[in-house]
């Protein structure tokens, strides 16, 4: 059974295409100019670049496109996208796999596994995107064209067609909705938390889910999930 707590049908992401023709690979584009800026950042920049990259670096591309997956091994590394794009085949297994994803002006096809992701307006993933369970600077003000995988504790500001709050322990996490969240189908556990602003969508959600305010369900956090002492 589901409860709808449709705020504004004409904002839903259901059915859009929040990319449009941004996620076709042009013809006769230029090799991109691949190049190491320091000793573990790889910038691929001006130009496409169809090689995958799934060494222990960082990645930058600018002003590029990227048709293979990025992968990245080892701990904190991350893949930043200004004015770029990723358009590939379809592969197995996710076409971003990074610790930190910030994407500015940028769009990407495909899955993408990260622990940490930075989504600035006028950025769109199509494709499921899971988030590791204690992101450093979450910020989700773009679209998300699919499932995006949380644990909650953070704020969305963007648009994204499903939202699925997982839950490690005893309580699941809030999760806040800011003045411009959009969110077609929320995926919860019962007694999960939503905190709303008032001009936030959400078109439906799971029978026991709790909407309340924003100030409310940080109230409810801090009562939940009160501050540990620090040990001698």
Same mark, same amino acid.
């Given at each position: 059974?589901?409860?709808?707590?449709?705020?504004?049908?004409?904002?839903?992401?259901?059915?859009?295409?929040?990319?449009?023709?941004?996620?076709?690979?042009?013809?006769?584009?230029?090799?991109?100019?691949?190049?190491?800026?320091?000793?573990?950042?790889?910038?691929?920049?001006?130009?496409?670049?169809?090689?995958?990259?799934?060494?222990?670096?960082?990645?930058?591309?600018?002003?590029?496109?990227?048709?293979?997956? @990025?992968?990245?091994?080892?701990?904190?590394?991350?893949?930043?996208?200004?004015?770029?794009?990723? @358009?590939?085949?379809?592969?197995?297994?996710?076409?971003?796999?990074?610790?930190?994803?910030?994407?500015?002006?940028?769009?990407?096809?495909?899955?993408?596994?990260?622990?940490?992701?930075?989504?600035?307006?006028?950025?769109? @993933?199509?494709?499921?995107?899971?988030?590791?369970?204690?992101?450093?600077?979450?910020?989700?003000?773009?679209?998300?064209?699919?499932?995006?995988?949380?644990?909650?504790?953070?704020?969305?500001?963007?648009?994204?067609?499903?939202?699925?709050?997982?839950?490690?322990?005893?309580?699941?996490?809030?999760?806040?909705?800011?003045?411009?969240?959009?969110?077609?189908?929320?995926?919860?556990?019962?007694?999960? @938390?939503?905190?709303?602003?008032?001009?936030?969508?959400?078109?439906?959600?799971?029978?026991?889910?709790?909407?309340?305010?924003?100030?409310?369900?940080?109230?409810?956090?801090?009562?939940?999930?009160?501050?540990?002492?620090?040990?001698?």
């Amino acid at each position: 059974m589901w409860t709808s707590v449709r705020r504004d049908a004409s904002a839903s992401v259901e059915g859009s295409d929040p990319i449009g023709g941004a996620m076709t690979a042009p013809a006769g584009m230029p090799p991109a100019t691949v190049r190491m800026m320091s000793a573990n950042v790889l910038s691929i920049a001006n130009g496409r670049h169809d090689q995958c990259v799934d060494d222990a670096v960082h990645v930058r591309l600018d002003d590029a496109l990227m048709t293979a997956p @990025i992968r990245l091994s080892g701990r904190w590394r991350w893949v930043e996208m200004t004015n770029a794009r990723i @358009i590939g085949p379809t592969v197995d297994g996710p076409m971003v796999e990074c610790a930190a994803l910030r994407m500015r002006s940028a769009h990407l096809v495909g899955d993408v596994r990260c622990d940490d992701l930075q989504l600035c307006p006028n950025s769109t @993933i199509r494709g499921n995107v899971s988030v590791a369970e204690s992101p450093c600077s979450f910020s989700m003000e773009g679209k998300i064209d699919g499932e995006l995988s949380h644990f909650g504790n953070d704020t969305i500001d963007g648009q994204v067609r499903t939202l699925k709050l997982l839950q490690r322990g005893s309580s699941p996490f809030p999760v806040y909705l800011g003045p411009r969240a959009v969110v077609g189908t929320l995926i919860a556990p019962a007694g999960a @938390i939503v905190g709303m602003h008032p001009q936030a969508q959400l078109d439906s959600c799971p029978a026991g889910v709790r909407i309340m305010s924003l100030d409310k369900a940080r109230r409810e956090f801090d009562r939940l999930f009160p501050p540990q002492p620090e040990a001698e």
